[in-house]
Each structure stands twice: as structure tokens, then as C-alpha cells.
């Protein structure tokens, strides 16, 4: 079945310390790949999206992703985070045939401990 | 440039009342999706529409639930006789083609349905 993964619920990391948060889809083709972060009570802010190309793509906030087909997986990293990164991140795929509807890993909540 | 307006941003009914959500896509932007956020869960698919269609309502639980996306005005998702259970953040995105476009979505900042 075509699903998202994100296999881990929370994660808790020291400000300034480096950050990588797991994605993995399972889908015929190569989806389009998507991040995004959600502060609580908020809605949801594109953080960089993958569609064709170089596999390493720049986000905002200083945030990247890589794409690795072989693996299946869409990671997003952070060398170093900042307090106000605290927050929910979803990885989200547009799958590459048929109706558009992006569909959502469950979220990672981050927390950032002084 | 406003982006993606929903409102309300809160609202609260009793059980058995309607509740109307509104949602103004992106300026130029024709595709609408619903998506349903449920406490501590990821974003749940509800429905995709453009102008006067339903495209993909496969998300949308059978009964209680409807939307739509006139030529002129808002896409309202409505939820008639409200239970508990549809206590959530509801959030409506748009995009000006497929979704595919150098932007994708755009998400508006949701409505969060309480019912007591």
C-alpha cells in the first residue's frame, strides 16, 4: 500500500546541536517530496520540496533534504538547530500519477532544549 | 498577496449543530483541498475540488460531511449533526494547477472545530 513514514513520533535535541528527521514513502514511482513544519496552533509552512534534479535541495530557514531513490527515503537535516525549530515537521508526498492529493507521515515533534 | 484564508479560525458547536467552514483559496489558484488534523495525528485527506467539481472525495466520511467549491465565493466543507468526534483542525489548501507548480500548496492557518 502507498503510505509515508516518519518513524519517529518525538525527538529532543540541544540547541546547537545537529538535526535529522526521517522520511521514507513507499510508492511506485518517485513521488514529489515535501516538508513541512507546523508551530502549534499554527497551519503548515512549506520548508523546501523536491521534484526532479540535484538531490540535495536547500529549504528555508536552514534547513536541506536529500533524496535517495535506492533507499526510498527523504531526510531532512539542520547542522545546527535553534530554539524556535520546536516544533511538528511532516513529510508529505505528491504521488507522481492520478488525482493530486498530498499525503502526510504522521509528524515528528521536535523539541530544543536550551 | 493574501494568501490561503480559512475562517474561522475557532469554532465551537454542540453536538447535533452544523458547522460551516470557509475557505478563500490563493488569488489565481482554482484547485482546493480539505485535509482534517485530528489531536497529536498528521493531516488526514479529505477532499480535492476545483470550481463546481468534486475531483476526490475519498477522504470525506460518508455521512454528515459535503463541500463544495462554487464559481463565485469560498469552498465551505460542511458538517451536519456534529458529534464529538469531528473535534479537529480542519485545513484547506489550494494550488494553481496540479499541485506540481514551483509553489505546490498553499495551506491556509486552519479552523479548529470544538464541539461540547
Known amino acids: 500500500a502507498q503510505s509515508v513514514t516518519q518513524p519517529d513520533i518525538h525527538i529532543t535535541v540541544s540547541e546547537g546541536a545537529s538535526l535529522e528527521l526521517r522520511c521514507n514513502y513507499s510508492?511506485?514511482?518517485?513521488?514529489?517530496l515535501f516538508w513541512y513544519v507546523q508551530s502549534p496552533g499554527q497551519g503548515l509552512q512549506l520548508l523546501l520540496k523536491y521534484f526532479s534534479g540535484d538531490t540535495l535541495v536547500q529549504g528555508i530557514k536552514g534547513f536541506e533534504a536529500e533524496f535517495k531513490r535506492s533507499q526510498s527515503s527523504f531526510n531532512l537535516r539542520k547542522p545546527s538547530v535553534h530554539w524556535s525549530d520546536a516544533a511538528e515537521y511532516f513529510c508529505a508526498v505528491l504521488p507522481s500519477g492520478g488525482y493530486n492529493k498530498l499525503i502526510f507521515g504522521a509528524g515528528t515533534r521536535l523539541a530544543v532544549h536550551p | 498577496n493574501a494568501g490561503v484564508m480559512q475562517n474561522p479560525r475557532h469554532l465551537v458547536r454542540r453536538r447535533g449543530q452544523e458547522a460551516r467552514l470557509r475557505c478563500s483559496p490563493m488569488k489565481g489558484h482554482s484547485h482546493v483541498y480539505w485535509y482534517r488534523q485530528l489531536p497529536e495525528e498528521g493531516l488526514k485527506f479529505m477532499v480535492y475540488?476545483?470550481?463546481?467539481?468534486?475531483?476526490?472525495e475519498s477522504g470525506m466520511p460518508k455521512e454528515r460531511f459535503s463541500a463544495e467549491f462554487p464559481k463565485e465565493g469560498p469552498s465551505i466543507l460542511r458538517i451536519q449533526q456534529v458529534v464529538r468526534g469531528d473535534s479537529a483542525a480542519y485545513f484547506c489548501?489550494?494550488?494553481?494547477?496540479?499541485?506540481?507548480?514551483?509553489?505546490?500548496?498553499?495551506f491556509g492557518s486552519g479552523t479548529r472545530l470544538t464541539v461540547v
Open positions: 475540488l476545483q470550481k463546481e467539481n468534486i475531483i476526490d
Open positions: 489548501a489550494s494550488s494553481s494547477s496540479d499541485g506540481r507548480g514551483s509553489y505546490g500548496y498553499t
Open positions: 510508492y511506485g514511482a518517485t513521488p514529489y
